[in-house]
């Protein structure tokens, strides 16, 4: 999964990432992640309409 571009990523393959950090008792790794991704998503999708974010 970390070779290819994050836009051919299935949520799935995310899912189940998280999961196994669940399983392995790290509930606040998965947490952390889990907010990390949103937020890259949510800048990603607003990139083409906010020129201010391609200056950070």
């Known amino acids: 999964m ?3 571009p994050f836009a051919q990523v299935k949520a799935e393959e995310l899912r189940d990432v998280l999961a196994r950090l ?3 008792g790290k509930g606040r790794t998965a947490v952390k992640l889990r907010a990390f991704l949103r937020a890259a998503v949510g ?3 607003r ?3 906010d020129l201010t974010l391609l200056q950070r």
């Open 22 to 24: 669940i399983e392995a």
């Open 47 to 49: 990139a083409g309409l």
């Open 2 to 4: 970390a070779a290819r």
């Open 43 to 45: 800048m990603a999708m």
